[in-house]
């Protein structure tokens, strides 16, 4: 199946970093989101992504005007009806997500292949609550997409062999290496990292040590580009928080309990980078403000 235009839904950091790499692929995009408001952000996002590359000497400035003349952004999810392959990437929210594929399910054609960019949620579950489960895969991207080279492609149970290839030659084409995980709840990648930054909470939490030592320590002793609650925040606490509860509830085991810290946060609106305040505070250009002294 020959693929020209990429459907997106969801404007925010994933769904516009999706919709950049793909744009550079040489592929036509439909970026949609709730508001116009929402997907000219993430117009402009990808654009300013873009500048950045021209400065470091990785895309030329024609190259970057071709890049932007081929997204189309709308607030129309009808818009999505001339795409091949949609790709969701909305937020952490079952009930969400499979009121939108049902939605899609009336728009777009029975050919076209729905993606989701969960990170935890079933697609088995999700693709048997739409009309197309043979046709329905998960797609996880990393964060940020542009610079991450990993894909994780999720099959359901009834996710059939050429759905699987489609999207596994659409990774490659993105540039992007692929591996394919079982569908578990927070898949390959999350099941080990999510946990790991749930524990340096506790360890803030708990007083172990303050947000400064604790992604110090890690980034020294374990050689880590970026320390745990600094990769919270970039992830987004709304977003950690969700996988956590996730993985909890389905496994029931407490090793996956989200530390009371992150959900005190999340409910003070404190949900990283995307909101200028997580367990760092950050600048209008995303830039993180060292803290005088590191507290909780």
């Known amino acids: 199946m020959g693929l020209s235009t990429i459907g997106i839904i969801g404007?925010?950091?994933?769904?516009?970093?999706?919709?950049?790499?793909?744009?550079?692929?040489?592929?036509?995009?439909?970026?949609t989101d709730i508001s116009d408001e929402m997907v000219e952000r993430g117009r402009e996002g990808i654009e300013r992504s873009l500048d950045r590359m021209i400065q470091r000497g990785r895309v030329k400035l024609d190259e970057r005007d071709r890049v932007m003349r081929r997204i189309e952004v709308t607030s129309s999810l009808e818009d999505l009806a001339a795409a091949d392959f949609v790709i969701e990437a909305v937020a952490e929210n079952e009930d969400a997500k499979v009121e939108l594929f049902r939605r899609l399910d009336g728009i777009c054609p029975p050919s076209v292949i729905f993606a989701s960019n969960t990170s935890s949620i079933s697609i088995t579950r999700m693709g048997a609550r739409t009309s197309r489960a043979d046709r329905f895969i998960g797609m996880h991207f990393m964060n940020p997409v542009p610079a991450m080279r990993l894909v994780e492609i999720i099959?359901?149970?009834?996710?059939?062999?050429?759905?699987?290839?489609?999207?596994?030659?659409?990774?490659?084409?993105?540039?992007?290496?692929?591996?394919?995980?079982?569908?578990?709840?927070?898949?390959?990648?999350?099941?080990?990292?999510?946990?790991?930054?749930?524990?340096?909470?506790?360890?803030l939490y708990e007083g172990v040590g303050g947000v400064s030592d604790i992604d110090t320590a890690m980034k020294l002793g374990t050689n880590q580009p970026m320390g745990p609650l600094e990769l919270a925040d970039l992830i987004g606490l709304d977003t950690c928080l969700a996988i956590m509860e996730v993985m909890h509830r389905v496994f029931g085991d407490d090793k996956y309990r989200p530390c009371p810290l992150l959900k005190?946060?999340?409910?003070?609106?404190?949900?990283?980078?995307?909101?200028?305040?997580?367990?760092?505070?950050?600048?209008?250009?995303?830039?993180?403000?060292?803290?005088?002294?590191?507290?909780?």
């Open 264 to 296: 005190k946060y999340v409910d003070a609106g404190y949900l990283g980078r995307k909101a200028g305040r997580g367990f760092y505070q950050y600048d209008d250009q995303g830039t993180a403000i060292p803290p005088a002294a590191a507290t909780r």
């Open 155 to 203: 099959r359901g149970l009834a996710t059939s062999a050429e759905t699987y290839d489609t999207t596994r030659q659409l990774a490659e084409r993105l540039g992007k290496e692929t591996m394919t995980a079982e569908d578990f709840p927070g898949f390959i990648v999350n099941r080990i990292l999510l946990p790991m930054l749930n524990e340096a909470i506790y360890t």
């Open 11 to 31: 404007a925010g950091q994933m769904g516009s970093g999706i919709a950049q790499v793909a744009a550079q692929a040489g592929l036509k995009i439909v970026l």
